[in-house]
Protein backbone atom coordinates (compact mmCIF):
# COMPACT_ATOMS: atom_id res chain seq x y z
CA UNK A 1 0.00 0.00 0.00
CA UNK A 2 1.38 3.71 -0.35
CA UNK A 3 1.54 6.12 1.93
CA UNK A 4 -1.45 7.88 0.06
CA UNK A 5 -3.46 4.88 0.57
CA UNK A 6 -2.90 4.46 3.87
CA UNK A 7 -3.31 8.54 5.01
CA UNK A 8 -6.80 8.40 2.96
CA UNK A 9 -8.18 5.51 4.62
CA UNK A 10 -6.59 6.01 8.32
CA UNK A 11 -8.61 9.38 8.02
CA UNK A 12 -11.85 7.79 7.02
CA UNK A 13 -11.71 4.98 9.74
CA UNK A 14 -10.85 7.67 12.14
CA UNK A 15 -14.20 9.99 11.27
CA UNK A 16 -16.28 7.25 10.66
CA UNK A 17 -15.26 5.54 14.08
CA UNK A 18 -15.53 8.84 16.04
CA UNK A 19 -19.23 9.78 14.63
CA UNK A 20 -20.72 6.25 16.41
CA UNK A 21 -20.94 6.97 19.61
CA UNK A 22 -22.52 10.48 19.33
CA UNK A 23 -25.00 8.59 16.40
CA UNK A 24 -25.62 5.98 18.50
CA UNK A 25 -26.08 7.12 21.85
CA UNK A 26 -28.77 9.34 19.90
CA UNK A 27 -30.67 6.08 18.05
CA UNK A 28 -30.73 4.82 21.40
CA UNK A 29 -33.00 7.45 22.45
CA UNK A 30 -34.96 7.84 19.58
CA UNK A 31 -35.67 4.15 20.19
CA UNK A 32 -36.12 4.22 24.21
CA UNK A 33 -38.62 7.29 23.64
CA UNK A 34 -35.70 9.92 25.81
CA UNK A 35 -35.65 13.51 24.93
CA UNK A 36 -33.56 14.81 21.60
CA UNK A 37 -32.32 17.94 20.31
CA UNK A 38 -35.12 17.39 17.30
CA UNK A 39 -37.95 16.41 19.89
CA UNK A 40 -39.48 19.80 19.73
CA UNK A 41 -39.62 20.14 16.10
CA UNK A 42 -40.27 16.38 15.08
CA UNK A 43 -42.61 15.21 18.55
CA UNK A 44 -45.97 17.57 16.62
CA UNK A 45 -45.26 15.63 13.22
CA UNK A 46 -45.25 12.56 14.60
CA UNK A 47 -48.13 12.55 16.97
CA UNK A 48 -49.95 13.76 13.71
CA UNK A 49 -48.91 10.88 11.61
CA UNK A 50 -50.06 8.39 14.38
CA UNK A 51 -53.46 10.23 14.46
CA UNK A 52 -54.12 10.24 10.55
CA UNK A 53 -53.12 6.79 10.67
CA UNK A 54 -55.17 5.86 13.76
CA UNK A 55 -51.91 4.19 15.16
CA UNK A 56 -51.67 3.87 19.28
CA UNK A 57 -47.36 3.83 19.97
CA UNK A 58 -48.06 2.80 23.05
CA UNK A 59 -50.19 -0.52 21.89
CA UNK A 60 -47.18 -3.63 22.61
CA UNK A 61 -46.85 -6.44 19.89
CA UNK A 62 -46.03 -9.92 20.30
CA UNK A 63 -43.41 -10.84 17.75
CA UNK A 64 -45.87 -13.11 15.32
CA UNK A 65 -47.99 -9.65 15.48
CA UNK A 66 -44.90 -7.26 14.83
CA UNK A 67 -44.06 -10.15 12.03
CA UNK A 68 -48.03 -9.29 10.52
CA UNK A 69 -47.88 -5.43 10.85
CA UNK A 70 -44.42 -5.78 8.73
CA UNK A 71 -45.21 -8.18 6.07
CA UNK A 72 -48.09 -6.57 5.48
CA UNK A 73 -46.87 -2.92 5.24
CA UNK A 74 -43.57 -4.21 2.49
CA UNK A 75 -46.69 -6.53 0.78
CA UNK A 76 -48.45 -3.16 -0.17
CA UNK A 77 -45.16 -1.30 -0.62
CA UNK A 78 -44.42 -3.99 -3.01
CA UNK A 79 -47.72 -3.80 -5.02
CA UNK A 80 -47.86 0.01 -5.52
CA UNK A 81 -44.22 0.18 -6.48
CA UNK A 82 -44.90 -2.68 -9.42
CA UNK A 83 -48.35 -0.39 -10.27
CA UNK A 84 -46.27 2.98 -10.55
CA UNK A 85 -43.25 1.19 -12.80
CA UNK A 86 -45.83 -0.55 -14.58
CA UNK A 87 -48.19 2.53 -15.15
CA UNK A 88 -45.40 5.31 -15.47
CA UNK A 89 -46.22 6.40 -19.09
CA UNK A 90 -49.41 7.71 -17.82
CA UNK A 91 -48.14 9.27 -15.05
CA UNK A 92 -46.48 12.96 -14.52
CA UNK A 93 -43.46 14.28 -14.40
CA UNK A 94 -42.05 12.46 -17.30
CA UNK A 95 -40.45 15.08 -19.52
CA UNK A 96 -38.62 12.44 -21.31
CA UNK A 97 -41.48 10.47 -22.08
CA UNK A 98 -40.20 7.14 -20.64
CA UNK A 99 -42.69 4.08 -21.54
CA UNK A 100 -43.68 1.85 -18.61
CA UNK A 101 -41.08 -0.73 -17.77
CA UNK A 102 -42.15 -4.77 -18.84
CA UNK A 103 -43.54 -7.14 -16.19
CA UNK A 104 -40.52 -8.88 -15.38
CA UNK A 105 -38.17 -5.47 -15.38
CA UNK A 106 -41.12 -4.39 -12.67
CA UNK A 107 -41.23 -7.50 -11.01
CA UNK A 108 -37.82 -7.29 -10.39
CA UNK A 109 -37.24 -3.76 -9.72
CA UNK A 110 -40.01 -3.50 -6.89
CA UNK A 111 -38.83 -6.49 -5.21
CA UNK A 112 -35.11 -5.05 -4.93
CA UNK A 113 -36.33 -1.66 -3.31
CA UNK A 114 -38.72 -3.69 -0.81
CA UNK A 115 -35.88 -5.66 -0.07
CA UNK A 116 -33.16 -2.88 0.61
CA UNK A 117 -31.33 -4.29 -1.96
CA UNK A 118 -31.46 -2.17 -4.79
CA UNK A 119 -30.41 -4.11 -7.61
CA UNK A 120 -30.80 -2.70 -10.77
CA UNK A 121 -31.14 -4.11 -14.32
CA UNK A 122 -31.65 -0.90 -16.04
CA UNK A 123 -29.69 2.31 -16.46
CA UNK A 124 -31.94 4.71 -14.58
CA UNK A 125 -31.61 7.83 -16.85
CA UNK A 126 -32.70 5.89 -19.89
CA UNK A 127 -35.63 4.04 -18.01
CA UNK A 128 -37.31 5.86 -15.32
CA UNK A 129 -39.03 9.26 -14.61
CA UNK A 130 -38.24 11.71 -12.20
CA UNK A 131 -41.88 10.67 -10.65
CA UNK A 132 -40.96 7.08 -10.77
CA UNK A 133 -37.42 7.94 -8.82
CA UNK A 134 -39.10 10.18 -6.46
CA UNK A 135 -42.78 8.29 -5.23
CA UNK A 136 -41.26 5.33 -6.33
CA UNK A 137 -37.35 4.78 -5.24
CA UNK A 138 -36.85 7.24 -2.92
CA UNK A 139 -39.58 6.60 -0.51
CA UNK A 140 -38.61 2.70 -0.76
CA UNK A 141 -35.32 3.69 -0.09
CA UNK A 142 -36.31 5.33 3.36
CA UNK A 143 -39.02 2.86 4.39
CA UNK A 144 -36.82 -0.53 3.50
CA UNK A 145 -34.05 0.77 5.43
CA UNK A 146 -36.50 1.74 8.44
CA UNK A 147 -37.74 -1.56 7.95
CA UNK A 148 -34.42 -3.52 8.96
CA UNK A 149 -33.73 -0.70 11.63
CA UNK A 150 -37.27 -1.40 13.32
CA UNK A 151 -36.58 -5.36 13.39
CA UNK A 152 -33.10 -4.90 14.96
CA UNK A 153 -34.78 -2.56 17.93
CA UNK A 154 -37.81 -5.34 18.26
CA UNK A 155 -34.86 -8.01 18.62
CA UNK A 156 -32.50 -6.05 21.03
CA UNK A 157 -36.14 -5.66 23.03
CA UNK A 158 -36.32 -9.03 23.31
CA UNK A 159 -32.77 -9.46 24.40
CA UNK A 160 -33.28 -6.77 27.57
CA UNK A 161 -36.94 -7.98 28.31
CA UNK A 162 -37.77 -10.46 30.97
CA UNK A 163 -40.09 -12.53 31.03
CA UNK A 164 -42.36 -10.28 28.45
CA UNK A 165 -44.38 -11.14 25.65
CA UNK A 166 -44.32 -7.86 23.43
CA UNK A 167 -41.07 -6.48 21.65
CA UNK A 168 -42.50 -3.08 20.72
CA UNK A 169 -44.68 -1.45 17.66
CA UNK A 170 -43.56 -1.82 14.57
CA UNK A 171 -45.42 1.42 13.39
CA UNK A 172 -44.03 3.37 16.00
CA UNK A 173 -40.35 1.98 15.08
CA UNK A 174 -40.79 2.39 11.63
CA UNK A 175 -41.97 6.29 12.18
CA UNK A 176 -39.15 7.41 14.66
CA UNK A 177 -36.54 5.31 12.09
CA UNK A 178 -37.81 7.66 9.48
CA UNK A 179 -38.40 11.19 11.08
CA UNK A 180 -36.05 11.46 13.49
CA UNK A 181 -33.31 9.69 12.28
CA UNK A 182 -33.42 9.15 8.08
CA UNK A 183 -35.03 12.19 7.07
CA UNK A 184 -32.93 14.72 9.48
CA UNK A 185 -29.34 12.59 8.19
CA UNK A 186 -30.59 12.69 4.63
CA UNK A 187 -31.17 16.20 4.47
CA UNK A 188 -27.88 17.34 5.66
CA UNK A 189 -26.17 15.00 3.20
CA UNK A 190 -28.21 15.65 0.45
CA UNK A 191 -27.36 19.88 0.65
CA UNK A 192 -23.62 18.77 1.20
CA UNK A 193 -24.13 17.16 -2.33
CA UNK A 194 -25.60 20.03 -3.73
CA UNK A 195 -22.82 22.63 -3.08
CA UNK A 196 -20.47 20.05 -4.77
CA UNK A 197 -22.57 19.93 -7.82
CA UNK A 198 -24.76 16.62 -7.66
CA UNK A 199 -27.48 17.24 -9.55
CA UNK A 200 -31.03 18.53 -8.13
CA UNK A 201 -33.53 19.39 -10.82
CA UNK A 202 -36.96 18.78 -12.48
CA UNK A 203 -35.96 20.39 -15.76
CA UNK A 204 -35.95 18.42 -18.68
CA UNK A 205 -32.47 16.86 -20.00
CA UNK A 206 -30.39 19.57 -21.54
CA UNK A 207 -28.72 19.12 -25.04
CA UNK A 208 -25.32 20.27 -25.08
CA UNK A 209 -23.53 21.48 -28.72
CA UNK A 210 -19.88 20.30 -29.60
CA UNK A 211 -17.80 22.69 -31.37
CA UNK A 212 -16.94 20.09 -33.47
CA UNK A 213 -18.57 17.08 -34.80
CA UNK A 214 -17.70 13.74 -33.30
CA UNK A 215 -18.36 9.90 -34.72
CA UNK A 216 -20.41 7.96 -32.12
CA UNK A 217 -19.92 4.11 -31.08
CA UNK A 218 -20.99 3.13 -34.34
CA UNK A 219 -19.14 5.65 -36.50
CA UNK A 220 -21.79 8.11 -37.16
CA UNK A 221 -21.22 12.15 -36.62
CA UNK A 222 -22.81 13.38 -33.90
CA UNK A 223 -23.38 16.90 -33.12
CA UNK A 224 -25.08 17.15 -30.14
CA UNK A 225 -24.75 14.96 -26.39
CA UNK A 226 -27.63 14.80 -23.89
CA UNK A 227 -26.96 15.68 -20.05
CA UNK A 228 -29.78 13.99 -17.97
CA UNK A 229 -30.56 15.89 -14.86
CA UNK A 230 -33.41 15.08 -12.02
CA UNK A 231 -33.72 15.23 -8.86
CA UNK A 232 -30.59 13.17 -7.91
CA UNK A 233 -28.94 14.72 -4.63
CA UNK A 234 -32.31 13.25 -2.71
CA UNK A 235 -32.45 9.96 -3.87
CA UNK A 236 -28.61 9.43 -3.49
CA UNK A 237 -28.64 10.75 0.35
CA UNK A 238 -30.84 8.60 1.28
CA UNK A 239 -29.39 5.73 -1.18
CA UNK A 240 -25.88 5.92 1.31
CA UNK A 241 -27.13 6.18 4.27
CA UNK A 242 -29.83 3.63 4.30
CA UNK A 243 -27.54 1.38 2.68
CA UNK A 244 -29.80 0.66 -0.55
CA UNK A 245 -26.96 1.88 -2.84
CA UNK A 246 -29.44 2.46 -6.45
CA UNK A 247 -27.93 4.74 -8.27
CA UNK A 248 -30.04 7.66 -9.74
CA UNK A 249 -27.69 7.22 -13.02
CA UNK A 250 -26.83 3.96 -14.46
CA UNK A 251 -22.90 4.18 -13.48
CA UNK A 252 -24.05 4.68 -10.09
CA UNK A 253 -21.36 6.64 -7.82
CA UNK A 254 -18.93 6.86 -10.67
CA UNK A 255 -21.38 8.96 -12.52
CA UNK A 256 -20.07 12.97 -12.29
CA UNK A 257 -23.42 13.94 -11.72
CA UNK A 258 -24.16 11.47 -8.58
CA UNK A 259 -20.19 12.39 -7.09
CA UNK A 260 -17.93 14.58 -8.73
CA UNK A 261 -15.64 15.52 -6.24
CA UNK A 262 -13.22 14.03 -3.68
CA UNK A 263 -15.21 15.85 -0.97
CA UNK A 264 -18.45 13.91 -2.58
CA UNK A 265 -16.68 10.66 -2.63
CA UNK A 266 -15.74 10.94 1.36
CA UNK A 267 -19.03 12.15 1.97
CA UNK A 268 -21.15 9.43 0.69
CA UNK A 269 -18.64 6.26 1.43
CA UNK A 270 -18.91 7.76 4.66
CA UNK A 271 -22.75 7.42 5.13
CA UNK A 272 -22.57 3.82 3.90
CA UNK A 273 -20.89 2.85 6.77
CA UNK A 274 -22.45 5.50 9.21
CA UNK A 275 -25.39 4.45 10.50
CA UNK A 276 -24.75 0.46 10.07
CA UNK A 277 -21.42 1.24 12.52
CA UNK A 278 -23.21 3.52 15.05
CA UNK A 279 -26.14 1.21 15.40
CA UNK A 280 -23.81 -1.37 17.35
CA UNK A 281 -23.34 1.19 20.24
CA UNK A 282 -26.69 1.63 19.66
CA UNK A 283 -27.63 -1.53 21.01
CA UNK A 284 -24.74 -1.30 23.86
CA UNK A 285 -26.98 1.56 25.10
CA UNK A 286 -29.93 -0.63 24.88
CA UNK A 287 -28.96 -3.52 26.72
CA UNK A 288 -27.27 -1.17 29.39
CA UNK A 289 -23.83 -2.73 28.76
CA UNK A 290 -21.75 -0.73 25.98
CA UNK A 291 -19.17 -3.18 26.17
CA UNK A 292 -21.62 -5.24 24.50
CA UNK A 293 -21.62 -3.33 21.23
CA UNK A 294 -17.91 -2.43 21.53
CA UNK A 295 -17.13 -5.84 21.21
CA UNK A 296 -19.15 -6.48 18.45
CA UNK A 297 -18.02 -3.32 17.02
CA UNK A 298 -14.48 -4.30 17.36
CA UNK A 299 -15.40 -7.96 15.24
CA UNK A 300 -16.46 -5.66 12.37
CA UNK A 301 -13.82 -3.58 12.48
CA UNK A 302 -10.82 -5.95 12.54
CA UNK A 303 -12.84 -7.94 9.36
CA UNK A 304 -13.36 -4.93 7.56
CA UNK A 305 -9.86 -4.12 8.20
CA UNK A 306 -7.96 -7.26 6.76
CA UNK A 307 -10.01 -7.42 3.74
CA UNK A 308 -9.62 -3.65 2.78
CA UNK A 309 -5.96 -4.21 2.81
CA UNK A 310 -6.34 -7.46 0.89
CA UNK A 311 -7.92 -5.44 -2.10
CA UNK A 312 -5.84 -2.32 -2.00
CA UNK A 313 -2.89 -4.46 -2.34
CA UNK A 314 -4.31 -6.55 -4.84
CA UNK A 315 -5.38 -3.75 -7.12
CA UNK A 316 -2.09 -1.81 -6.53
CA UNK A 317 -0.08 -4.60 -7.56
CA UNK A 318 -1.54 -4.18 -11.35
CA UNK A 319 -2.48 -6.70 -13.64
CA UNK A 320 0.55 -8.32 -15.34
CA UNK A 321 -1.68 -9.08 -18.88
CA UNK A 322 -1.23 -5.33 -19.22
CA UNK A 323 2.30 -5.08 -18.93
CA UNK A 324 2.69 -7.65 -21.44
CA UNK A 325 0.98 -5.18 -23.53
CA UNK A 326 3.34 -2.20 -22.69
CA UNK A 327 0.93 -0.62 -20.08
CA UNK A 328 3.27 0.90 -17.14
CA UNK A 329 1.40 0.39 -13.97
CA UNK A 330 4.31 2.08 -11.67
CA UNK A 331 3.07 4.63 -9.33
CA UNK A 332 4.32 8.09 -10.19
CA UNK A 333 3.96 11.74 -9.90
CA UNK A 334 1.84 11.62 -12.97
CA UNK A 335 0.06 8.18 -12.88
CA UNK A 336 -1.73 6.16 -9.89
CA UNK A 337 -0.24 3.06 -10.97
CA UNK A 338 -1.89 -0.15 -10.26
CA UNK A 339 -5.06 -1.52 -11.85
CA UNK A 340 -7.11 1.44 -12.90
CA UNK A 341 -9.11 -0.41 -15.71
CA UNK A 342 -12.45 0.44 -14.51
CA UNK A 343 -11.78 3.18 -12.14
CA UNK A 344 -12.26 6.94 -11.82
CA UNK A 345 -9.08 9.07 -11.96
CA UNK A 346 -10.12 11.67 -9.73
CA UNK A 347 -10.47 9.07 -6.96
CA UNK A 348 -7.53 6.44 -7.92
CA UNK A 349 -6.95 2.88 -6.45
CA UNK A 350 -7.31 3.52 -2.53
CA UNK A 351 -10.68 5.28 -2.90
CA UNK A 352 -12.25 3.06 -5.29
CA UNK A 353 -10.94 -0.45 -3.28
CA UNK A 354 -11.87 1.34 0.13
CA UNK A 355 -15.59 1.92 -1.52
CA UNK A 356 -15.76 -1.56 -2.83
CA UNK A 357 -15.45 -2.97 0.44
CA UNK A 358 -17.34 -0.77 2.41
CA UNK A 359 -20.70 -1.04 -0.02
CA UNK A 360 -19.93 -5.34 -0.23
CA UNK A 361 -19.67 -5.29 3.84
CA UNK A 362 -23.19 -3.02 4.24
CA UNK A 363 -25.54 -4.31 2.06
CA UNK A 364 -25.28 -0.75 0.26
CA UNK A 365 -24.44 -2.00 -3.38
CA UNK A 366 -23.52 1.37 -4.83
CA UNK A 367 -20.10 1.75 -6.85
CA UNK A 368 -17.65 4.37 -7.62
CA UNK A 369 -16.05 2.19 -9.83
CA UNK A 370 -17.07 -1.34 -12.06
CA UNK A 371 -16.03 -4.35 -9.89
CA UNK A 372 -15.84 -6.31 -12.61
CA UNK A 373 -12.83 -4.68 -13.80
CA UNK A 374 -10.86 -5.44 -10.74
CA UNK A 375 -8.23 -8.02 -10.51
CA UNK A 376 -9.59 -11.77 -9.74
CA UNK A 377 -8.01 -11.39 -6.46
CA UNK A 378 -9.16 -8.05 -5.57
CA UNK A 379 -12.76 -8.67 -6.95
CA UNK A 380 -12.87 -11.96 -4.81
CA UNK A 381 -13.03 -9.16 -1.47
CA UNK A 382 -16.37 -7.71 -2.47
CA UNK A 383 -17.74 -11.42 -3.65
CA UNK A 384 -16.88 -13.29 -0.63
CA UNK A 385 -17.56 -9.68 1.70
CA UNK A 386 -20.98 -10.52 0.95
CA UNK A 387 -21.03 -14.38 1.06
CA UNK A 388 -20.40 -13.66 4.78
CA UNK A 389 -23.86 -12.64 5.50
CA UNK A 390 -23.77 -9.13 5.25
CA UNK A 391 -22.65 -9.02 8.96
CA UNK A 392 -19.92 -7.23 8.78
CA UNK A 393 -21.58 -3.83 9.30
CA UNK A 394 -24.02 -5.25 6.88
CA UNK A 395 -27.44 -3.41 5.65
CA UNK A 396 -28.72 -0.74 8.40
CA UNK A 397 -30.06 -3.14 11.35
CA UNK A 398 -30.02 -5.67 8.88
CA UNK A 399 -26.63 -5.86 9.25
CA UNK A 400 -26.29 -6.21 13.38
CA UNK A 401 -28.96 -8.60 13.81
CA UNK A 402 -27.66 -10.90 11.34
CA UNK A 403 -24.27 -10.81 13.27
CA UNK A 404 -26.20 -11.30 16.70
CA UNK A 405 -26.95 -14.18 15.02
CA UNK A 406 -23.20 -15.40 14.84
CA UNK A 407 -23.33 -14.64 18.39
CA UNK A 408 -26.32 -16.95 19.68
CA UNK A 409 -23.81 -19.67 17.23
CA UNK A 410 -20.66 -18.49 18.76
CA UNK A 411 -22.06 -18.53 22.84
CA UNK A 412 -23.57 -21.86 21.90
CA UNK A 413 -20.64 -23.21 20.46
CA UNK A 414 -18.73 -22.08 23.33
CA UNK A 415 -20.97 -23.40 25.99
CA UNK A 416 -20.57 -26.77 24.19
CA UNK A 417 -16.95 -26.17 24.70
CA UNK A 418 -16.91 -26.08 28.59
CA UNK A 419 -20.12 -27.91 29.48
CA UNK A 420 -22.44 -25.39 30.23
CA UNK A 421 -25.80 -24.04 28.95
CA UNK A 422 -25.00 -21.41 26.71
CA UNK A 423 -26.26 -17.92 27.68
CA UNK A 424 -26.14 -14.42 26.53
CA UNK A 425 -26.75 -11.42 28.34
CA UNK A 426 -28.88 -13.43 30.97
CA UNK A 427 -30.86 -15.59 28.68
CA UNK A 428 -30.08 -18.98 27.60
CA UNK A 429 -29.56 -20.05 24.18
CA UNK A 430 -31.75 -22.67 24.06
CA UNK A 431 -33.23 -25.51 20.56
CA UNK A 432 -35.27 -22.88 19.47
CA UNK A 433 -32.81 -19.96 19.21
CA UNK A 434 -30.74 -21.71 17.54
CA UNK A 435 -32.60 -23.65 15.18
CA UNK A 436 -33.95 -19.79 14.08
CA UNK A 437 -30.16 -18.36 14.14
CA UNK A 438 -29.46 -21.77 11.60
CA UNK A 439 -32.34 -20.91 9.58
CA UNK A 440 -30.76 -17.28 9.05
CA UNK A 441 -27.27 -18.12 8.63
CA UNK A 442 -27.98 -20.81 5.99
CA UNK A 443 -30.96 -19.65 4.14
CA UNK A 444 -28.81 -17.16 2.05
CA UNK A 445 -25.87 -19.63 0.99
CA UNK A 446 -28.30 -22.10 -0.27
CA UNK A 447 -30.12 -19.06 -2.10
CA UNK A 448 -27.25 -17.92 -3.94
CA UNK A 449 -25.41 -21.81 -4.70
CA UNK A 450 -28.78 -22.74 -6.02
CA UNK A 451 -29.77 -19.58 -7.95
CA UNK A 452 -26.12 -19.99 -9.90
CA UNK A 453 -26.14 -23.55 -10.22
CA UNK A 454 -29.64 -23.24 -12.20
CA UNK A 455 -28.21 -20.37 -14.12
CA UNK A 456 -25.42 -22.50 -14.96
CA UNK A 457 -27.19 -25.33 -15.96
CA UNK A 458 -30.05 -23.48 -18.24
CA UNK A 459 -30.03 -22.06 -21.64
CA UNK A 460 -31.67 -18.78 -20.26
CA UNK A 461 -29.16 -18.23 -17.79
CA UNK A 462 -26.04 -19.44 -19.47
CA UNK A 463 -27.30 -16.68 -22.59
CA UNK A 464 -27.04 -13.83 -20.60
CA UNK A 465 -22.83 -15.03 -19.92
CA UNK A 466 -20.39 -12.79 -22.44
CA UNK A 467 -17.45 -13.96 -20.48
CA UNK A 468 -16.67 -17.30 -21.13
CA UNK A 469 -14.53 -19.30 -18.56
CA UNK A 470 -14.00 -18.80 -14.68
CA UNK A 471 -15.07 -14.74 -15.06
CA UNK A 472 -18.43 -15.77 -16.57
CA UNK A 473 -18.97 -17.86 -13.45
CA UNK A 474 -17.51 -15.09 -11.33
CA UNK A 475 -20.29 -12.85 -12.97
CA UNK A 476 -23.16 -15.45 -12.37
CA UNK A 477 -21.94 -16.10 -8.91
CA UNK A 478 -21.46 -12.65 -8.10
CA UNK A 479 -25.12 -11.78 -9.33
CA UNK A 480 -26.46 -14.32 -6.84
CA UNK A 481 -24.52 -13.20 -3.69
CA UNK A 482 -25.55 -9.92 -4.34
CA UNK A 483 -29.14 -10.50 -4.71
CA UNK A 484 -29.21 -13.32 -2.19
CA UNK A 485 -27.41 -11.43 0.79
CA UNK A 486 -29.65 -8.23 -0.37
CA UNK A 487 -26.40 -6.31 -1.39
CA UNK A 488 -27.22 -5.12 -5.18
CA UNK A 489 -23.74 -4.48 -6.68
CA UNK A 490 -22.75 -6.61 -9.93
CA UNK A 491 -20.08 -7.70 -12.11
CA UNK A 492 -21.63 -5.71 -15.06
CA UNK A 493 -20.19 -8.55 -17.67
CA UNK A 494 -23.99 -10.53 -16.90
CA UNK A 495 -26.58 -9.62 -19.26
CA UNK A 496 -29.63 -9.58 -16.04
CA UNK A 497 -32.41 -7.50 -18.29
CA UNK A 498 -34.10 -11.34 -19.55
CA UNK A 499 -37.47 -13.21 -18.07
CA UNK A 500 -35.15 -15.38 -16.45
CA UNK A 501 -32.75 -13.70 -14.85
CA UNK A 502 -35.38 -10.60 -13.41
CA UNK A 503 -37.84 -13.15 -12.10
CA UNK A 504 -34.91 -15.57 -10.64
CA UNK A 505 -33.24 -12.84 -8.85
CA UNK A 506 -36.36 -11.02 -7.72
CA UNK A 507 -37.23 -14.02 -5.97
CA UNK A 508 -33.97 -14.82 -4.68
CA UNK A 509 -34.04 -11.00 -2.71
CA UNK A 510 -37.75 -11.78 -1.48
CA UNK A 511 -36.67 -14.44 0.08
CA UNK A 512 -33.35 -13.76 1.51
CA UNK A 513 -34.58 -10.87 3.09
CA UNK A 514 -38.02 -12.14 4.48
CA UNK A 515 -36.71 -15.98 6.04
CA UNK A 516 -34.33 -13.94 7.96
CA UNK A 517 -36.60 -11.22 9.30
CA UNK A 518 -38.73 -13.55 10.66
CA UNK A 519 -36.03 -16.12 12.47
CA UNK A 520 -34.51 -12.91 13.95
CA UNK A 521 -38.21 -11.85 15.51
CA UNK A 522 -38.67 -15.29 16.18
CA UNK A 523 -35.83 -14.99 18.20
CA UNK A 524 -36.92 -11.67 19.90
CA UNK A 525 -40.14 -13.27 21.03
CA UNK A 526 -38.39 -16.18 22.11
CA UNK A 527 -35.88 -14.57 24.68
CA UNK A 528 -38.16 -12.14 25.73
CA UNK A 529 -40.53 -14.19 27.60
CA UNK A 530 -37.33 -15.70 29.41
CA UNK A 531 -36.11 -14.96 32.60
CA UNK A 532 -32.80 -13.09 33.84
CA UNK A 533 -30.34 -15.59 34.96
CA UNK A 534 -27.69 -13.94 36.89
CA UNK A 535 -24.21 -14.22 35.95
CA UNK A 536 -21.70 -17.26 37.96
CA UNK A 537 -18.24 -17.91 37.97
CA UNK A 538 -19.20 -19.98 34.77
CA UNK A 539 -20.47 -17.37 32.55
CA UNK A 540 -18.64 -16.82 29.47
CA UNK A 541 -18.13 -13.07 29.08
CA UNK A 542 -19.35 -11.61 25.75
CA UNK A 543 -17.23 -8.47 25.80
CA UNK A 544 -14.02 -9.27 26.00
CA UNK A 545 -10.96 -10.07 23.08
CA UNK A 546 -11.21 -14.08 23.83
CA UNK A 547 -14.97 -14.10 22.32
CA UNK A 548 -14.48 -11.02 19.91
CA UNK A 549 -11.96 -13.85 18.27
CA UNK A 550 -14.06 -16.32 18.81
CA UNK A 551 -17.34 -14.21 16.99
CA UNK A 552 -14.61 -12.96 14.02
CA UNK A 553 -13.46 -16.92 13.35
CA UNK A 554 -17.38 -18.51 13.48
CA UNK A 555 -18.33 -15.96 10.55
CA UNK A 556 -15.55 -16.65 8.57
CA UNK A 557 -15.88 -20.55 9.40
CA UNK A 558 -19.32 -20.64 8.14
CA UNK A 559 -18.47 -17.97 5.21
CA UNK A 560 -15.06 -20.22 4.35
CA UNK A 561 -16.40 -23.64 4.44
CA UNK A 562 -19.48 -22.52 2.31
CA UNK A 563 -17.98 -20.46 -0.48
CA UNK A 564 -14.70 -21.98 -1.05
CA UNK A 565 -15.51 -24.27 -3.57
CA UNK A 566 -17.32 -21.99 -6.00
CA UNK A 567 -14.50 -19.14 -5.33
CA UNK A 568 -12.04 -22.10 -6.58
CA UNK A 569 -13.74 -22.34 -9.40
CA UNK A 570 -14.01 -18.22 -10.31
CA UNK A 571 -11.89 -15.45 -8.86
CA UNK A 572 -8.72 -18.03 -7.48
CA UNK A 573 -8.35 -20.04 -10.47
CA UNK A 574 -8.85 -16.52 -12.84
CA UNK A 575 -6.16 -15.43 -10.57
CA UNK A 576 -3.72 -18.35 -11.15
CA UNK A 577 -4.55 -18.31 -14.60
CA UNK A 578 -3.60 -14.68 -14.86
CA UNK A 579 -0.03 -15.10 -13.33
CA UNK A 580 0.55 -18.65 -15.05
CA UNK A 581 1.76 -16.97 -18.43
Not at 435 to 452: E, F, R, T
Amino acid sequence: MTVDAIIQIAIYMTVLLGLVKPLGSYMAKVYDGDSTPLARILEPVERLVYRSSGIDPAAEMNWKQYAVALLTFNAIGFLFLYLLLRLQVWLPLNPQSFPSMSPDLAFNTAASFITNTNWQAYSGENTLSYFSQMAGLTVQNFLSAATGMAVLVALIRGIRSRSATAIGNFWADMTRSVLYILLPLSLVLAVALITQGVVQSLNPYVPAHFVEPVRDASGNLAMTQTFPLGPAASQIAIKQLGTNGGGFFGVNSAHPFENPTPLTNFLEVLAILLIPASLCYTYGRMVKDTRQGWAILASMTVIFAVMLIICVWAEQTGNPRLVALGVDQTGMDQSLGGNMEGKEVRFGIANSALWATATTAASNGSVNAMHDSFTPLGGLIPLWMMQLGEVIFGGVGSGLYGMLMFVIVAVFVAGLMVGRTPEYLGKKIEAFEMKMAAISILIPPALVLLGSALALSLKSGLAGIFNPGPHGFTEVLYAYSSTGNNNGSAFAGLSVNTPFYNMTLGLVMLAARYWLVIPALAIAGSLARKKHVPESAGTLPTHTPLFIVTLIATVLLVGALTFIPALALGPIVEHLMMWSQ
